[in-house]
């Protein structure tokens, strides 16, 4: 059970502590089309024009990494670090922006045919691996099958996928079961990069010595990696796609991460994955050295109730911990005003889905009061109606001591037991024995993934909120096909978690992210449209600006 909780936590965790991982939902807009596609020439046209407004090329650019990668098999099994660097040695279908969009990588373009229930796609041509072999659909092919038959770790995700066909060297056709917009989402997220049939076929994929000097289609080759040290990548100049423009990327392994900070103020790595502490955020963002970039992901932390037994079966003291959270005071005290206020019943990322008319209300302390009353309740001579206990695994500690003090003053006490993680999994996920706990996590890589949190079974449905009518209208969003059509759904699912209140949200993870100043084509910033989270094929070096 505890695997469940920490896969639905993974991605935003390492997010939050690397900045590397995980901003993933469907774009407003679809990729494009063949029709929409630019044309190889455009893309040459456009990447010369670049050039000329003053790109300089060449050089080495160092990273700072937290922890070494075990292995580089990229759709076998999860591995964080290995994730930072096999998205510049690897390609997949598509890939998922800095923006949380999708986006075409590999394939240029892709369409649905019969209803939805045939997803095709349209490969790049003349795609080199980094040994000198052709690239082509077989490989797609062999990939999906692989990662299906071998239960890989997309594997789950890929259930719908009857067949993988290939129509040319250039075509690959999915057929669905049936139509499952949320598939798109869960290729281009992670475990699913097209990896080199020729190199495993008829080969144990995990024993495969490629796993430790992979070949991909990237923008970078893998050179080296010393253990303990670094790990070294080279330009790829067969590269099909934009860029590269340095010669090197080093991975520098600094594990502690006021270190790896401490070396990026130093000047002796050019990028940190561990971030910047909030305190120093004024500092930097003063200092014409540096540029701070908000970076925001769909992922909403909140408090769940149990909708099997307790006292939170009654619906009006749902409503009133709705009302008796202030979420301006929690945004300040405990998160530092990094990210946001949770308004909506979904992710705000997903913009073209959020229903303007389902928010959470203001604080109102005498509306909770009188909702607790309607449910029966008197207040004591303590001044307080009843008590209850919120359970945690670690890192709620400062979030539940301000929330004690919002609810006492409307009459609620509050007692936090704090677990280890094998005791809240014991308790809370497996016994269902509590009555608060409070939880946060990624809502993506599609808004379809709402589904594992509150459709009836869901994996991540710690509270057991059931619902038929949720439950129609998150299948009913998942099969449509288009933005326009999945909107309806997801508008009508707003407006049932907020009837029902099965949680209450009052976070949306988010923070700023610290670049120098001479790094050019950031995918944090000026190239997160094109690139994925931690791809740096778009990035160089001003030697102008560097100090």
Known sequence: MKFKRLMALMLSLVIFASFAIGCSKPAEEAPKTNEESKTAEENQETEETEKADGIQEGGT???GMSREPGQYNPCATADDAAYQIIQNVFNKLLKINGNGEIIPDIADSYEYKDEGKTLIFHLHENVKWHDGEDFSAEDVKWTFDKIISEKGFASSSLSDVEAVNVIDNNTVEFKLKEANSGLLGYIAWVGTYIMPKHIYD????LENPANHAPIGTGPFKFVEQKEGESVTLEKNPDFFGKGPYVDKLIYRIIPDGNTQYQAWLNNEIDHTMAGAPAEDFEKLSKDENFRLVPMSWPNKSYICFNMLSGKFTEPKLREAMLYAIDREDIFKKVYKEQ???SEYFIAPEYKWAINE?????????EKAKKLIEEAGYTMGEDGYYFETTIDTFPGWDDFCVVLADQ???VG?????????????????????DFELTVLGGYQGPDIAAMGSRFQTGGPMNYGNYSSEEMDTELNLGNVATTLEDRAVHYKKVQEILRADLPVVFFWDR????PIKSYVKGSPADEAKDEVSEAEFSQVWIDESLRK
């Open 412 to 432: 609620i006490k509050l007692t936090h037991n704090g677990m280890d993680d094998p005791t809240y999994d014991e308790k809370v996920l497996e016994k269902k």
């Open 202 to 205: 008829g080969t144990d994929w």
């Open 357 to 365: 008319d389902v928010k959470s209300p203001e604080r109102d302390i």
């Open 510 to 513: 988010g923070t700023q992210y």
């Open 61 to 63: 650019f160092i990273i």
């Open 407 to 409: 609810l006492k003053e």
């Open 339 to 341: 990210g946001a206020i």
